[in-house]
């Protein structure tokens, strides 16, 4: 934390410990790749962030690890596709 906001990696865990997501901190705004996963330890789904904004193509798994759908942002974070 820094001056009340998160900064830089940040990993959470659930309250069985097994791992929730991870994603980077910049003045408190998400920025770059992010991960967050069911509780099985299977990806949920990746992505990128700018700016605390989702951009580019995300990529939703299902518990089994196979992939669900894909959805692209803009850089606004409105959806494209």
Known sequence: MRDGKREGPWISYRADSSLWSRSTYVHGLEE????????????????????????????????????VKRVRYDSTGAVVE
């Open 32 to 67: 770059g790749a992010t991960e967050v996963f069911h509780p099985e330890g299977t990806p949920y789904y990746t992505g990128q962030y700018q700016g605390g904004v989702p951009i580019g193509e995300w990529v939703f798994f299902d518990p089994t690890g196979s992939e």
